[in-house]
């Protein structure tokens, strides 16, 4: 950090946005649009990176996510919103009213809201060429590519937490699947007979990795030597939320099924007073459409919130009461 970059006076902005994915450039359009002086401030790491093509949002179905997201920047800067790339390492509220946040340069910038949208970070199952493969035939979401891969001979891997739900799940898009139990146990009686009823056809025993011919997925192989041919494959991830920036400030978190999650109202609005949070930093299951919608939300509610604070002190300098609520 240069002498200079730690003693200039932070610049300030009505709301600073953590995060440049599609919650994050969703508020930050709203509070363009709003009239807000707006920073956008992104690392740059999209959790569907890896992925050619994102779907189920309507109008941009099967649009790449890096023309999404190069899309959203154009939209955001003709409403005189800014974007700088660089890595969020600290954020603490100065005074009544604010915040300071610290980039990874050593720039700092002043804000009176903060939007945290942060995403998460798919943690693979430890199986040998799973992350090689990974947004090309090793797949998660079905409602994300299982249309693209459809009728294909699906593998999923057991779910250690939810066993076979993922197959049961799949089972609609193929007549064709197989699940391996792996080192997730034997089923219940319940999912044995759905299972069943399903034609899943079920593989005992640990997987080793997978069988890879020249550059395409061509099974699974298994521990005692045996391939089991198949097309596709998929897996659940264990998803964790980078909410370091959050739960920093001291916001609440939340216990889901699949791990804790910052706490936040219908706005996006987190325990902490002027701090908002959106997309798959507040939940698993935030998909695309989704985290733009939770981003306006939470656009909508800071500017609603500026204008009051804005007009109650221009109510308490003219000298008069503001009005009680009726």
């Known amino acids: 950090m240069s002498a200079h970059m730690d003693t200039q006076e932070p610049e300030q902005y009505d709301v600073v946005v953590v995060g440049g994915g599609a919650a994050g450039l969703s508020a930050a359009l709203i509070l363009g649009r709003s009239r807000r002086r707006t920073l956008v401030v992104d ?23 890096a023309e999404f997201l190069e899309a959203g920047r154009r939209e955001i800067a003709a409403y005189g919103v800014e974007l700088t ?24 910038f002043r804000a009176r809201r903060l939007v945290v949208t942060t995403g998460l970070v798919d943690e693979l199952p430890a ?43 799949v089972s609609h898009w193929s007549p064709d699947v197989t699940l391996f139990l792996h080192t997730a146990g034997p089923l219940d009686e319940e999912q044995a007979a759905r299972v069943a009823a399903a034609g899943i056809e079920v593989v ?19 521990a005692d030597g045996r391939v089991v041919e198949r097309d596709v494959l998929f897996v659940g991830t264990r998803m964790t939320p980078r909410d370091g920036l959050l739960t920093a400030l001291g916001a609440e978190t939340r216990e889901t099924p699949l791990g804790a999650f ?39 509610a800071i500017n609603m919130e500026l204008i009051a604070e804005e007009l109650d002190r221009k109510v308490a300098a003219a000298g008069h009461r503001a009005p009680k609520a009726s």
């Open 85 to 108: 790339a660089g890595r969020v390492t600290a954020a603490v509220r100065e005074g009544a009213d604010g915040f300071v946040v610290t980039v990874d340069d050593g720039r700092r």
């Open 262 to 300: 910052v706490a936040v109202d219908e706005t996006g609005r987190t325990s902490v007073p002027g701090v908002w949070a959106a997309g798959n930093a507040i939940g698993a299951q935030e998909q695309v459409i989704n985290a733009a919608s939770g981003g306006y939300r939470a656009g909508v």
């Open 204 to 222: 005992e025993g640990e997987v080793a990795g997978l069988a890879v011919e020249g550059d395409r997925f061509a099974g699974v192989r298994m």
């Open 43 to 65: 690392a740059g790491e999209p959790r569907n990176a890896p992925a050619a093509h994102m779907h189920g949002f309507l109008s941009r179905d099967g649009m790449s996510p």
């Open 127 to 169: 199986i040998d060429g799973i992350a090689e493969r990974w947004g090309q035939e090793v797949l998660h979401c079905p409602y994300c590519h299982g249309w693209e891969v459809r009728d294909r001979a699906f593998g999923v891997l057991a779910h250690p937490v939810f066993g076979a739900h993922q197959a049961l799940i």
